[in-house]
């Protein structure tokens, strides 16, 4: 609110209406358990009639860091790293933070680029889904000046923060579902190679089959470029062109579900009838689509939540003080009409 001269209301106004020193005020805004309650209350009180808006700007000055986190993801349209940021949002708010999103459209030079702009506005930190697991690569991310917290990705302890979901115990937990619907001959419709989750939920898959001796662990894998719904309808042209038409498709993520599911339908294919599709996710189109998606849910919302919480821990405590440390989410399998 403008004073009566028609300035900004200044920290020195509230000092003097509150009755106390500019230095009160200031530990009452940055240091509030330096200032006794009485104080507190009472300073309080008088920017709230005053309606004084801090200078983050000039606190940012004085600290060296400011009260922004910026979150770094590949694909702003992914309903998964929507929710992710949601989660993000909610915890950062609740600390008095505020969120740059940064999209890198799955270029990695754009990632680059964005977390040195967020390195020279003093950012708090930074929360990033890196484009791959590539050591030198992330190795030369954490040298932009800020703190830095992996999601979706296991950082080694002497590297840095995490955030990830058990992705091998995912695709144990969508294999073991078909298998326990006696579905036999399984397709794995996966994304490229390079990509730490395909990796990985490949891996538990293999590893449920050769457990439950499955033809000994056979499946046929199908691979696409993108994780689209699109890739996920020319997959299932491919599925149906086999000689042996299989029984149960798992598809690396939602989107290649509803695709594949899409595919089936055009073609008059009945699932789960003839065919069981297992996604995973959980992404909002899952529950929504025309025939309800099973799939391995990932607590995303939480996934973004705890994020925060490690890069905050990391921010305020001494730098000889903090162990870093990797936090592990253990996904579920939610159980809908496609495989039910």
Same mark, same amino acid.
């Given at each position: 609110?403008?004073?009566? *001269?028609?300035?900004?209301?200044?920290?020195?106004?509230?000092?003097?209406?509150?009755?106390?020193?500019?230095?009160?005020?200031?530990?009452?805004?940055?240091?509030?358990? @330096?200032?006794?309650?009485?104080?507190? *209350?009472?300073?309080?009180?008088?920017?709230?009639?005053?309606?004084?808006?801090?200078?983050?700007?000039?606190?940012?000055?004085?600290?060296?860091?400011?009260?922004?986190?910026?979150?770094?993801?590949?694909?702003?349209?992914?309903?998964?790293?929507?929710?992710?940021?949601?989660?993000?949002?909610?915890?950062?708010?609740?600390?008095?933070?505020?969120?740059?999103?940064?999209?890198?459209?799955?270029?990695?030079?754009?990632?680059?680029?964005?977390?040195?702009?967020?390195?020279?506005?003093? @950012?708090?930190?930074?929360?990033?889904?890196?484009?791959?697991?590539?050591?030198?690569?992330?190795?030369?991310?954490?040298?932009?000046?800020?703190?830095?917290?992996?999601?979706?990705?296991?950082?080694?302890?002497?590297?840095?923060?995490?955030?990830?979901?058990?992705?091998?115990?995912?695709?144990?937990?969508?294999?073991?579902?078909?298998?326990?619907?006696?579905?036999?001959?399984?397709?794995?419709? *996966?994304?490229?190679?390079?990509?730490?989750?395909?990796? *990985?939920?490949?891996?538990?898959?293999?590893?449920?089959?050769?457990?439950?001796?499955?033809?000994?662990?056979?499946?046929?894998?199908?691979?696409?470029?993108?994780?689209?719904?699109?890739?996920?309808?020319?997959?299932?042209?491919?599925?149906?062109?086999?000689?042996?038409?299989?029984?149960?498709?798992?598809?690396?993520?939602?989107?290649?579900?509803?695709?594949?599911?899409?595919?089936?339908?055009?073609?008059?294919?009945?699932?789960?009838?003839?065919?069981?599709?297992?996604?995973?996710?959980?992404?909002?189109?899952?529950?929504?689509?025309?025939?309800?998606?099973?799939?391995?849910?990932?607590?995303?919302?939480?996934?973004?939540?705890?994020?925060?919480?490690?890069?905050?821990?990391?921010?305020?405590?001494?730098?000889?003080?903090?162990?870093?440390?990797?936090?592990?989410?253990?996904?579920?399998?939610?159980?809908?009409?496609?495989?039910?």
């Amino acid at each position: 609110m403008p004073r009566g *001269n028609g300035g900004p209301v200044r920290l020195s106004d509230v000092a003097r209406e509150a009755g106390v020193s500019l230095g009160t005020v200031s530990n009452t805004l940055n240091r509030p358990h @330096s200032v006794s309650e009485l104080t507190r *209350n009472k300073v309080l009180a008088t920017i709230k009639r005053l309606d004084f808006v801090p200078n983050q700007g000039a606190a940012t000055l004085r600290s060296g860091m400011s009260r922004l986190l910026g979150l770094v993801i590949p694909d702003i349209t992914n309903s998964f790293y929507a929710e992710i940021a949601k989660g993000v949002a909610a915890a950062a708010e609740a600390q008095d933070y505020a969120v740059i999103l940064c999209n890198t459209d799955d270029q990695p030079d754009r990632e680059l680029r964005q977390l040195e702009m967020l390195a020279r506005h003093r @950012s708090a930190g930074a929360l990033i889904v890196p484009l791959s697991a590539d050591e030198r690569r992330l190795d030369r991310l954490r040298k932009t000046g800020s703190h830095l917290i992996l999601i979706d990705r296991v950082a080694s302890e002497h590297d840095g923060c995490s955030i990830s979901i058990d992705d091998v115990r995912g695709g144990r937990i969508a294999a073991a579902h078909l298998l326990k619907l006696d579905r036999k001959k399984l397709v794995l419709v *996966n994304g490229p190679d390079h990509i730490p989750q395909c990796a *990985n939920r490949r891996k538990g898959f293999q590893e449920a089959l050769m457990g439950a001796d499955a033809q000994a662990g056979r499946y046929i894998e199908i691979s696409v470029e993108e994780m689209s719904s699109r890739d996920g309808e020319r997959a299932a042209d491919q599925i149906l062109a086999l000689a042996d038409r299989p029984d149960g498709v798992f598809c690396i993520n939602d989107q290649l579900a509803i695709g594949v599911l899409r595919g089936l339908a055009r073609r008059g294919v009945a699932v789960p009838k003839t065919i069981a599709v297992v996604g995973y996710g959980d992404s909002p189109i899952a529950e929504s689509a025309q025939i309800p998606l099973t799939t391995v849910q990932q607590p995303m919302f939480d996934l973004g939540r705890a994020a925060v919480a490690q890069l905050l821990s990391e921010v305020e405590e001494p730098a000889d003080q903090h162990h870093h440390s990797s936090t592990v989410f253990t996904p579920s399998l939610i159980i809908r009409e496609s495989a039910p």
